[in-house]
């Protein structure tokens, strides 16, 4: 049964920092390309950052360049992205997605909300 469970969202204040994590199972976790999506009330989806399988490269939105980090630990089968400088603008239900050619697998979502 694949599964991905994300964890680590919570309450903050803004320029405070939170670290996500996503657990794989189920599935070669190596040989998947992962990144992290947001989607806030009323807006769409977007993706947010972009770990090849072997973690040598990476990519982010522009919104979030400088301030989060993802990556990944294949031993242990998890994803991570640490948040620092959060900003209101970043509260968001966040999620991890997984995929390998024609399959693809999402995480339920953790939520992230960015306020004094």
């Known amino acids: 049964q694949v599964q991905l469970v994300e964890s680590g969202g919570g309450l903050v204040q803004p320029g405070g920092s939170l670290r996500l994590s996503c657990a794989a199972s189920?599935?070669?976790?190596?040989?998947?390309?992962m990144s992290w999506y947001r989607q806030a009330p009323g807006k769409e989806r977007e993706l947010v950052a972009a770990?090849?399988?072997?973690?040598?490269?990476?990519n982010y939105a522009d919104s979030v360049k400088g301030r989060f980090t993802i990556s990944r630990d294949n031993a242990k089968n998890t994803l991570y992205l640490q948040m620092n400088s959060l900003k209101p603008e970043d509260t968001a239900v966040y999620s991890c997605y997984a995929v390998s050619g024609h399959y693809n697998y999402w995480g339920q979502g953790t939520q992230v909300t960015v306020s004094s």
């Open positions: 770990i090849t399988r072997t973690g040598g490269t990476t």
């Open positions: 189920g599935f070669t976790f190596s040989l998947y390309l």
